[in-house]
């Protein structure tokens, strides 16, 4: 799989990443179960994989157990504008609790409407631990851009670098791989290290060339000096 441009990898805004990081994991689901590798065309939906880092609210703990304290805080506000039309003397208390209450709704339902959907569908797709690991991820999982790739290979061939065994040690998806010039790729074996379940499942999809292992760079079979580029 070539890469030639950001505008194939993951698009901009957070309703656009979530829908391509869906369409990804689905097809990274039915790949597998095909027990097959990927067509040049569902390749480009895999390369739009982005992990999580950009949509950290698809995992607000918080908000998502909430959504079934909705009925609780509904009745809340009721009894509470009850009380305070029921109780004049302590009408500002019982209309402060209102509205406290109403504001606790109010947060709940913007989030629900906003990404309750797209979380919801998350869940239904990702098995409990690929979903912890996805939670946990969205502190560093930031994919490099195409433009600061294509520098640094640039970089790497003034350096001098022709050809041998490039190692890629937190390699996301492989665009490092994907975006080699061709006149190193022809000269380039690709060894590929990536922790995270998924974004190494999709690796190994786009560049089954490549020797990836989906595991910490620690526990990966890697000789010291067994790579020419790191």
Same mark, same amino acid.
Do not use: C
């Given at each position: 799989?070539v890469?030639?441009?950001?505008?194939?990898?993951n698009?901009?805004?957070?309703?656009?990443?979530?829908?391509a990081n869906?369409?990804?994991?689905e097809?990274?689901?039915?790949?597998e179960?095909?027990?097959?590798n990927?067509?040049?065309?569902?390749k480009s939906?895999? =390369?739009?994989? !982005?992990?999580?880092? +950009?949509?950290?609210?698809l #995992? *607000?703990? @918080?908000?998502?157990?909430?959504?079934?304290e909705i009925?609780?805080?509904?009745?809340?506000?009721s009894r509470a504008?009850?009380?305070a039309?029921?109780y004049p003397?302590?009408?500002?208390?019982?209309?402060?609790?209102?509205?406290?209450?109403?504001?606790?709704?109010?947060?709940?339902l913007?989030?629900?409407?906003k990404?309750?959907?797209?979380?919801?569908?998350?869940k239904?797709i990702?098995?409990e631990?690929?979903?912890?690991t =996805?939670?946990? !991820?969205?502190?560093? +999982?930031?994919?490099?851009? #195409? *433009?600061? @790739?294509?520098?640094?290979?640039?970089?790497?061939e003034?350096?001098?670098?022709?050809?041998?065994?490039a190692?890629?040690?937190?390699?996301?998806?492989?665009?490092?791989?994907g975006?080699?010039?061709e006149?190193?790729?022809?000269?380039?074996?690709t060894v590929?290290?990536?922790?995270?379940?998924?974004?190494g499942?999709?690796?190994?999809?786009?560049?089954?060339?490549?020797?990836?292992?989906?595991k910490?760079?620690?526990?990966?079979?890697?000789?010291?000096?067994?790579?020419d580029?790191?």
């Amino acid at each position: 799989h070539v890469i030639s441009s950001q505008e194939e990898l993951n698009p901009s805004g957070a309703k656009s990443r979530i829908k391509a990081n869906l369409q990804a994991l689905e097809l990274l689901r039915r790949l597998e179960s095909e027990n097959r590798n990927a067509t040049p065309e569902e390749k480009s939906i895999l =390369a739009k994989f !982005s992990g999580w880092g +950009a949509v950290p609210q698809l #995992f *607000d703990r @918080i908000r998502m157990l909430k959504i079934d304290e909705i009925p609780v805080l509904e009745q809340g506000i009721s009894r509470a504008k009850s009380m305070a039309s029921n109780y004049p003397n302590a009408r500002e208390f019982y209309e402060e609790r209102a509205s406290n209450l109403q504001e606790e709704l109010d947060r709940i339902l913007g989030w629900q409407k906003k990404w309750g959907d797209d979380a919801s569908n998350l869940k239904e797709i990702l098995s409990e631990d690929e979903w912890e690991t =996805a939670a946990a !991820s969205i502190t560093n +999982a930031h994919f490099t851009s #195409f *433009d600061v @790739i294509e520098n640094i290979w640039k970089a790497v061939e003034r350096l001098g670098y022709q050809g041998g065994v490039a190692l890629e040690p937190a390699g996301g998806i492989g665009h490092f791989f994907g975006a080699m010039p061709e006149n190193l790729a022809n000269r380039t074996d690709t060894v590929g290290v990536e922790l995270d379940s998924i974004s190494g499942r999709i690796f190994g999809k786009l560049y089954p060339e490549a020797q990836v292992f989906v595991k910490g760079y620690q526990d990966a079979p890697i000789e010291p000096g067994a790579a020419d580029l790191v």
